[in-house]
């Protein structure tokens, strides 16, 4: 049998070129090396060093760049009695997951092979190296930028978002910083590596097609398992035994001598299908390779799968071109958020990492993430994470807002980094799409690319041509768009709102977010809006004194072009100018999650023309003001609870009809009818009715119904001193005069719509009673208003950062209360808790024009 050997021990970092490297890093390495974590990089070895700052503080970044424009050398002796033992084998190679990013690898000083790409693995024979009864590793890796200039020059120019060569690597490009992102260019052995000793044959590639047979009642299972050997000289005339085996079925095939590829087919009759959460189940079964030879067992191979199938409705119809996704012939409503590299340093993320981050994905009832085309290829773990949440994957190949080289060598690595990825993650159920680029197609049609390209390549032949072909050879199973946004139908703008995918960044860049209610669109796969990280995020990353919304600190993490202006403006038409950091950092918060609540609703009312959203983003790679709804500790923004909110199966809401009035929208994303009463209502400031009525309604499974606001209640007497409510009830509860419940479970259901902007509203000073009890370890907050409280939140973090709550931008009419859970939190002081700026409203804040 065949022996896998970790290597992740005992490695030595030295720079090789030693122009710009600091005097304490020289000198540690000129002592004895640098000890190296691997898998890891250079930034991260220095740091747990203490040769550098962290990286993340204040403005770090910028006295770190040296990193990326220095040679460096990974250096390791293996084992000797380990090496004894691989050397038995026949053949002995070295396997590398991830190499970042340009390196030459040798074995006792002769070269054993090269490499160019962060985003693949390769395997070194090193067999001769082995048998000398020593291996010494070295890893050169040759300065990201230097490579990345020098293509440049030879290639020409490109034009991009930025002023980086990221489109002339096959790397991460969001390393070389983005307008969420710092600049800190890595180089280093990012993944495994280990020696494979093996005999006779080994498994190269088992590429799997797994999908289902619907025939009336009927369902069978099937799997088509394309396999590919690789044999050693002795070995290529043996016989050889093919095994798979899936849910109980079995299937051999003999492989004759010299042949290296095969072909098994298993059908599993009556198989229990894998959904997206909120339409079933996620039964996951082990697929098993094995490979035999005359001495036994030589290779094997097992992934987790599932059951499923997969199709993009394209169609067109009278609106345009449809752009549904359906699962087991069902189409889905997705409702997703776009996924970034979740640390600048990769190897640093760890499974549990990944959990929580999905979980949080789950608790806002989202159910598809689309990895995003300037960072990587996710760990297999995240793809597992997401099979066993039944969370939808939406797998964007590695290109993002720039024009791409078509020649050598880039055009080589692209097809080899393509065929691999796609066979790596083909067993993922959860897996649905793969989108050729982000914002390319777009670029070269309205960015002025054009002319810079002056008739150079840009891309376009991977998108249109490789990648798709790539896709139907490799994965006939899945869908494939070239990019997003995306138009299908011929001649149309690719980010036109009628046909496929779009992206939606005018309102961020340029217009109020209420102009997301202006566009119909079959499906938004990005649009965000800003706001800072949590107050506790940001002040342990930055040492201004005092933090200010443009304090020193502040500004380097605003990565954004006009970042600041951009929220100022956003923030002055609803809730005026911030006179001071609490209530900016409060105000900005909020109004990010006003904003993509009200395009989230808007586009959840157009189902089934609109089949989704994917909000740009859900996580932060570092501490930043962003688009993120979870920042880069974890914390959650108000935009979290926001997104849990109007991501929620069942969800009722306010939206403007014509030039007054109002509809009442009832949105039901389940399999069950939702037989419900509305109550509609006007109310004055203190929450008495003006005037009410009330509708019995059933909406049907997966289905929207629209409700027109009688004048009565759309139409306010005095603007700034009313609002209305839509309030539901269980069928045949009538409810009393006064009872709107706002305090959570899945049937309390409240809308609210105020008929002027915060600025112009005649609010009422808050007046409330807080009362707080330990719940072990966690601290119950109630919070009782005897006036509104409008958009209530805790943020606990202001106290003790390693605290968390459970809800928030909660809204109380007098006489309601509602009970905060604050984890960890039983040991916090109460009087601090129920004041500014632990507890916030609109109301409590001076809101000035």
Request: charged content about 25%; hydrophobic content about 35%.
């Amino acid at each position: 049998m065949a022996q896998h050997v970790a290597l992740h021990d005992d490695w030595t970092l030295t720079p090789s070129s030693t122009d710009l490297v600091p005097a304490p890093v020289r000198d540690a390495a000129d002592h004895d090396g640098i000890p190296a974590t691997v898998p890891g990089c250079v930034h991260t070895d220095l740091l747990a060093a203490g040769l550098i700052p962290e990286p993340y503080t204040d403005d770090n970044e910028r006295v770190l760049t040296w990193i990326g424009r220095t040679d460096w050398r990974y250096t390791h002796s293996v084992d000797r009695d380990l090496l004894t033992r691989a050397a038995r084998e026949e053949r002995v190679d070295l396997v590398c997951d991830g190499l970042d990013t340009v390196a030459t690898v040798r074995a006792n000083g002769r070269t054993a092979g090269s490499t160019a790409n962060m985003h693949r693995s390769y395997r070194f024979d090193v067999t001769d190296a082995a048998r000398t009864g020593r291996l010494d590793l070295n890893v050169d890796f040759t300065a990201p930028y230097h490579y990345a200039e020098q293509l440049q020059q030879r290639l020409g120019h490109r034009p991009g978002a930025y002023d980086e060569p990221y489109q002339f690597i096959r790397k991460m490009a969001c390393n070389f910083g983005w307008d969420w992102g710092p600049t800190l260019v890595t180089s280093g052995i990012w993944r495994p590596i280990g020696l494979h000793a093996w005999s006779t044959a080994r498994l190269a590639r088992v590429v799997p097609e797994v999908t289902v047979e619907f025939d009336g009642a009927a369902t069978t299972g099937v799997v088509r398992l394309r396999v590919e050997l690789e044999r050693t000289t002795t070995g290529g005339e043996e016989p050889l035994l093919l095994e798979a085996s899936i849910a109980g079925q079995d299937q051999q095939l003999t492989v004759a001598p010299g042949q290296t590829d095969a072909v098994l087919e298993l059908r599993v009759p009556e198989p229990p299908l894998w959904w997206p959460r909120g339409y079933g189940q996620q039964p996951l079964v082990d697929l098993t390779v094995r490979l035999h030879g005359q001495v036994g067992e030589l290779d094997s191979w097992q992934r987790r799968t599932a059951f499923r199938t997969v199709e993009l409705d394209t169609s067109p119809d009278a609106d345009g071109t449809e752009f549904t996704l359906r699962v087991n012939d069902r189409p889905i409503l997705v409702r997703g958020a776009n996924w970034i590299p979740d640390d600048c340093f990769p190897s640093r993320i760890t499974r549990a990492d990944l959990v929580e981050r999905v979980t949080q994905a789950t608790e806002a009832n989202m159910n598809l993430l689309r990895v995003w085309g300037g960072g990587r290829y996710e760990c297999p773990e995240f793809y597992a994470v997401c099979d066993e949440a039944g969370v939808l994957v939406w797998q964007d190949f590695l290109f993002a807002c720039a024009a791409y080289p078509e020649e050598e060598p880039i055009a080589s690595e692209v097809q080899v980094e393509a065929r691999q990825a796609v066979v790596d993650r083909a067993h993922h159920p959860s897996l649905v799409l793969w989108c050729g680029n982000n914002e390319n197609i777009w670029g070269h049609v309205d960015w002025g690319w054009r002319e810079e390209l002056a008739g150079r390549s840009w891309g376009e032949s991977y998108y249109r041509k490789l990648l798709p072909q790539i896709v139907a050879e490799l994965d006939p199973t899945r869908p494939y768009i070239p990019g997003s946004p995306y138009s299908p139908a011929e001649g149309t703008h690719p980010n036109d709102p009628a046909h496929g995918p779009m992206h939606i960044w005018d309102v961020w860049n340029q217009r109020d977010y209420s102009a997301y209610r202006e566009y119909r669109p079959r499906f938004v796969s990005e649009f965000g809006f800003q706001a800072p990280a949590a107050h506790a995020t940001l002040r342990a990353a930055l040492s201004d004194s005092p933090l200010a919304p443009d304090s020193p600190g502040m500004r380097h993490h605003q990565k954004a072009e006009d970042g600041a202006g951009k929220l100022a403006r956003g923030l002055e038409p609803h809730l005026g100018r911030a006179e001071n950091y609490d209530d900016w950092h409060y105000l900005t918060q909020l109004n990010q999650a006003r904003a993509i609540a009200a395009g989230v609703e808007h586009f959840r009312a157009e189902w089934p023309r609109c089949t989704g959203t994917v909000v740009w983003q859900l996580n932060d790679c570092w501490p930043v003001v962003s688009w993120s709804a979870v920042d880069s500790a974890a914390r959650r923004k108000p935009l979290w609870y926001a997104l849990r909110h109007v991501y929620r199966e069942r969800l009722v809401t306010l939206r403007p009809a014509g030039d007054t009035g109002l509809d009442a929208v009832v949105c039901n994303d389940t399999d069950e009818p939702w037989p419900l009463r509305l109550r509609l209502a006007r109310r004055d400031m203190a929450g008495l009715v003006l005037s009410e009525t009330r509708r019995d309604v059933t909406v049907g499974p997966r289905a929207v119904h629209r409700i027109n606001v009688p004048p009565e209640v759309a139409t306010p007497d005095h603007a700034c001193r009313e609002f209305a409510t839509a309030q539901v009830h269980s069928a045949g509860d009538a409810g009393s005069a006064d009872d709107i419940d706002d305090t959570g479970g899945a049937a309390a259901q409240r809308a609210l719509w105020f008929f002027a902007e915060d600025i112009e509203l005649d609010y009422p000073e808050p007046d409330y009673h807080l009362t707080t009890r330990p719940h072990g370890k966690d601290l119950r907050v109630t919070v009782r208003a005897r006036t509104l409280l409008r958009d209530l939140a805790l943020f606990p973090d202001r106290l003790d950062g390693s605290t968390s709550v459970d809800d928030a931008l909660v809204t109380l009419l007098p006489g309601e209360e509602h009970t905060f859970t604050v984890a960890g939190g039983a040991h916090l002081p109460p009087t601090e808790l129920g004041k500014p700026p632990v507890l916030r409203c609109v109301n409590g804040v001076q809101l000035v024009r």
